[in-house]
Nanobody, 125 residues
Framework: VQLQASGGGLVQAGGSLRLSCVAS????????MGWFRQAPGKEREFVAA????????FYADSVKGRFTISRDNAKNTGYLQMNSLKPEDTAVYYC???????????????????WGQGTLVTVSS
């Protein structure tokens, strides 16, 4: 299974970006896709997650109301729409997926077996 993340870049504060994550080698019908990020000098943190089946979504408080996670099951692809970006959103964003993530565990890195390579998002002030 491979995950390919894309869509990062440089944007001014207040701007928007949409990240994509394409999964290949396996079709996910259960479990979840998550987005995590790691800012320079900080630990990786949870951003958002979505269940492949049913589409329930979960967000970190820091991005709630600004970011929207979605998925296209037919394309085995997840998206992270990021609006009203702030300089503190600057980080490498990673997508992750797993076919057996429990509802109570979507926020934890250890719940995911498959990870993308990361895409850099830089928000200038």
């Amino acid at each position: 299974v491979q995950l390919q993340a894309s869509g990062g870049g440089l944007v001014q504060a207040g701007g928007s970006l949409r990240l994509s994550c394409v999964a290949s080698g396996r079709t996910f019908r259960s479990g979840a896709m998550g987005w995590f990020r790691q800012a320079p000098g900080k630990e990786r943190e949870f951003v958002a997650a979505i269940r492949w089946s049913g589409g329930s979504t979960f967000y970190a408080d820091s991005v709630k109301g600004r970011f929207t996670i979605s998925r296209d099951n037919a394309k085995n692809t997840g998206y992270l729409q990021m609006n009203s970006l702030k300089p503190e959103d600057t980080a490498v964003y990673y997508c992750a997926a797993d076919g057996s993530v429990l509802l109570s565990s979507v926020r934890y890195e250890t719940s995911y077996d498959y990870w993308g390579q990361g895409t850099l998002v830089t928000v200038s002030s």
